[in-house]
């Protein structure tokens, strides 16, 4: 079976630090652009962060850039999002998804929840961050 699954949320107090896991089944990630996004209650669905194939090539929504750090791990067919310094404001059910990409666009960075209609989402992991 072909699928994502994210893990690693949970409720932290604020300034804590979380560590999200969005694993693959079925497939291989390495020909594969990432992105995280996410939906807090009442809100639209957001990016927060994409990652091109191949991982040098990174983008971060202004309100995660220096505390979220998105890696990939081709070896471990994982992707990762580091989230520190955590606020009430990043309470959100946080998702993954990937999209296979031809080799010619192996640096692209895919923000748009719509580039990936044909390929893979998780059905996310919760973060609440409260006192």
């Known amino acids: 079976q072909l699928q994502l699954r994210e893990s690693g949320g949970g409720l932290v107090q604020p300034g804590g630090s979380l560590s999200l896991s969005c694993a693959a089944s079925g497939f291989t990630l390495n020909n594969h652009g990432i992105a995280w996004f996410r939906q807090a209650p009442g809100k639209e669905r957001e990016g927060v962060s994409c990652?091109?194939?191949?991982?040098?090539?990174?983008w971060y929504v202004d309100s995660v850039t220096g505390r979220f750090t998105a890696s990939r791990d081709n070896a471990k067919n994982a992707v990762f999002l580091q989230m520190n310094n955590l606020r009430p404001e990043d309470t959100a059910v946080y998702y993954c998804a990937a999209v296979k990409l031809p080799p010619e666009f192996r640096n692209i960075c895919l923000r748009a929840s719509d580039s990936f209609d044909t390929g893979y989402w998780g059905k996310g992991t919760t973060v609440t961050v409260s006192s």
């Open positions: 990652i091109s194939p191949d991982g040098r090539n990174v």
